[in-house]
Every structure is written in structure tokens, then in C-alpha cells.
């Protein structure tokens, strides 16, 4: 991958330059002194070129490139704990979180072996793949509120215990009391898989702190979701690092004060 611009932190690298994994994995590295004191919030998506975050079959695998692959599973490899609505574990058929061979140096003294994914769902409805224990893999918690289906709910403790569900919230999920929830435990750095409903959400409370987007060189038209859905927001996000791989895109924008 060629960097094209980077104000993260430019004694790694200059633009114009092909960066090496060593490289790649500090420029997309969590801010540790900011994690120490509270969690800093990542999302990561990709789209085309005309915004959509899907292919035809609704998944966003179809429309990613082997430069995103790399990066995703990069930035996963970073995270303690990976947030998604339950539409897109669903729809994504998530499995529960392994760190690329490639990646595991890159992980931090002190964090366990694979993220954790954690599961925002009002109803307390988890797939089967995620209920079910996997050797050398991350752990799998829930994030709902009261109003969740009791059945559901007793499924979900019964699969993967108490301590792993956590009940924040009357009707909808406490966003913030989840992530205070999760720093807690430990879970510090959080990476935002989505959906758009939930990324929404977190951007609304202004708990996003960081977008890694990628922009696949591609025009795909068609009536197809975009990063957010929900009311109108207006938010500013600058952006601190590109680089640049077989005409993707892809980078880092921060929070604007």
C-alpha cells in the first residue's frame, strides 16, 4: 500500500511511499494514551464510489477488495472488542472473532488472543454460530435492555453465561452505559462494525471518535444503504491518514472539535 497523506504520524512513514504490515499496523494503531483513560470508539466500513456499503446479495463482502480485506482484518486485530447490531450479524453471518495469523504480533500486552464480539440487539435474538463455543476464538457477549424477549434472554445466559450479558437500558440499548461497561472489563478499544441504524446511534451521542472507511473503486447505483440510517445528523470528520492500494482508498478520519 502507498501512503498519501499522513498526520498521524509522519516519522513512519512519508507520502509517495509503499509501507510495509510493520508500518500499516502503527499508522492504524488505537491512541493508547486516550484509551488509558476512557475507550475510544472506531468504525470501520467500506463503500463504492457512489456510497453504497453493500453488493446485491446486501453483504458488504461483495463489494470489497483484496486491499480492504488486508485492512479489515487489521483492524480488527487491533480491537478488544468488535460492536454490531444484530441485522448484521445476521446478515454478514458473522462467526465468532480469530486475529489473522498475520497480525498477531500486533496485538498489545495484556489483550487476549482474539476480540470480543459484542452484539447490540433489543430482542436478545444471537444466531447459532454465535452461541456456540469455539476453540481459538474470541468470546461473544450481548449488549440489550429490559424490554428483551425473556426467552431470548435465558437462551443467551445459558449459552454463554451472566457475566457475558449485559442489560442496559428500558426499551433501547444505553450506548453509553455499554461502553462504559465494556471499559470496564477491560474492552477499551472498540471497532463498530455496524449496521447503519447502530453507527447512527453512537454518532447521534457522539461516541464515535474515529471512521476507518475504505472506497472501493467501483459505481454500483441501485436503491442501497449507506453508513447511516436514521434522522438527520450533520457531524465533521477530518481526515488524518490515506493510503492508497490498485485504485482503493481507504484511511482514517477523526472527530472534528
Known amino acids: 500500500m502507498r501512503i498519501l497523506l499522513n498526520e498521524v504520524d509522519p516519522a513512519v512513514a512519508q507520502p509517495g511511499q509503499d509501507l ?19 475507550p475510544w470508539v472506531r468504525a470501520n466500513f467500506v463503500t463504492t464510489l457512489d456510497g453504497a456499503v453493500t453488493g446485491d446479495d446486501g453483504r458488504s463482502g461483495s463489494i470489497n477488495t483484496g486491499a480492504d480485506r488486508i485492512l479489515f482484518s487489521l483492524i480488527r486485530a487491533l480491537s478488544d472488542v468488535i460492536v454490531a447490531g444484530a441485522g448484521t450479524v445476521r446478515t454478514e453471518e458473522y462467526q465468532r472473532a480469530r486475529t489473522a495469523a498475520r497480525w498477531r504480533a500486533v496485538r498489545r500486552a495484556g489483550q487476549r488472543p482474539h476480540p470480543v464480539i ?33 426467552a431470548a434472554l435465558d437462551e443467551v445466559r445459558q449459552a454463554l453465561g ?9 426499551d433501547r440499548v444505553d450506548l453509553r452505559a455499554a461502553l462504559d461497561a465494556l471499559a470496564q472489563q477491560g474492552l477499551r478499544r472498540v471497532l463498530c462494525e455496524g449496521g ?22 467501483r459505481i454500483v447505483a441501485g436503491d442501497r444503504l449507506r453508513l447511516l440510517a436514521g434522522k438527520p445528523l ?18 482514517r478520519w477523526l472527530r472534528g472539535v
Open 234 to 251: 450533520e457531524r465533521t470528520f477530518v481526515p488524518r491518514l490515506l493510503v492508497e492500494s490498485d485504485g482503493t482508498l481507504a484511511g
Open 118 to 150: 459484542a452484539v447490540v440487539s433489543r430482542s436478545a435474538n444471537l444466531p447459532p454460530s454465535l452461541l456456540e463455543h469455539q476453540e481459538d476464538a474470541g468470546e461473544v457477549m450481548l449488549l440489550t435492555c429490559r424490554a428483551a424477549d425473556s
Open 196 to 217: 447503519p441504524h447502530l453507527m447512527h446511534d453512537l454518532v447521534d451521542a457522539d461516541l464515535v471518535d474515529e471512521l476507518c472507511l475504505t472506497l472501493a473503486p
Open 20 to 38: 510495509t504490515e510493520a508500518e500499516l499496523a502503527a499508522l492504524y494503531a488505537y491512541p493508547e494514551e486516550t484509551v488509558a483513560e476512557r
Open 162 to 170: 451472566d457475566d457475558r450479558v449485559l442489560v442496559l437500558g428500558e
